[in-house]
């Protein structure tokens, strides 16, 4: 799905003047402003309701100057940038003095990603002519599910777009990978070696297979990632999670009890309240997954009961993205069935 010339023009107009524009991307659609616009990127913290210590993805165009951004780029970044850029790999790197403290959440670093959307190229290209940034978290409000569509981001964002807060919705039709970037610490080479700080549709063995070494897993007691905060990506329902083996016998249990419970899952299971059957494989599984989500919130359910997909490494990705789904529900599922 394109969009036309004169709305990228407008768009990258609205950007240049420090509004804000949705965008997006081939993992989730984002919130996007001039990174080097402090004001601007201000009004990203203020249309998400997110606190502004967390730092934002810097969004480049395919070939940027990556000195731009970074005095510090080890052969590593250009190593991932050539193997997986433009795609879904973010890269951490120890950031120049001139951006904004509001992008680097005060650190001293900067986040930074090609993404490979063809709207959001050409957004990027025709933005300050290709030699701007755009930072861009997911266009959602703080902690709520990311948006894989346009119509997602106009439903989140409807009072902010009516107040002229939000400039633009550029709609690209539904994100093809559907979870959020991964996301590679490269600032500290020397002492912590390369961190995966958020995995995603590029696995660690992909990584390792280019730069020689496997990242190591962030530690989750110390996030420095927001979206590492054990509460995000949830939908208002309560979600549990439940091994295959055992769903069946649950779902029966808590719709005998007269409970309305919306069900995801990829193996052959009974009909509950609401359902989605999702495809058993990692790539297709994350590319519905925030829809399904969304889709299930708004049914009227008690809980969302998810069949737990297995666990190889090629659905990290998913799993840490349903985990966080269901933190806030831990102890839901027991209450019911204690019942
Ligand atoms: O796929 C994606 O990465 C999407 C699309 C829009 O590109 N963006 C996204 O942004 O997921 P956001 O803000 O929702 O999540 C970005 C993550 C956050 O957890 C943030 O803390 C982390 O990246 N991050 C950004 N800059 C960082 C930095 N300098 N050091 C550590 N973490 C950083
Ligand atoms: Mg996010």
Redesign the pocket.
Known sequence: MSVPAQDLAAAAAVLEEGGLVA?P????????ADAENPAAVARIYEAKG?PSD??????VAPGADLAHWSDDIPVEAEQLVAAFWPG?L?L??K?AAHIPDA???G?D???L?C?SHPV?IELLRTFKGGKGGLA?????KFGNV?PTTAQHVRDEFAAELDSGLLGAVLDGGQSD?G???T?V?L?RLATHGPVL??P?HISSEQIAAVIGRAPAVADAAA???????ES?YAPHTPVAMQHSDDVSATLNRLLNDGRRVALIHYSDLPPASASVRLAAKPENYAHALYASLRTMDQVGAELILVEAPPTGPEWLGVNDRLRRAAFGSSGILQQFLSV
Do not use: C, K
Not at 25 to 32: A, S
Not at 223 to 229: C, E, W
């Open positions: 965008f991307t081939e993992t989730v659609y984002g919130l996007g997110r967390h730092p934002v993805i810097v969004h879904p973010t951490i790197v950031r992008v680097s959440g650190q670093t900067v986040g990603r993404p959001a861009a978290p997911s266009a959602n990311s990978v979870i959020e970037s996301i610490d600032s700080l958020r995603g996030p420095r990632a927001s979206g590492t905060l995000h």
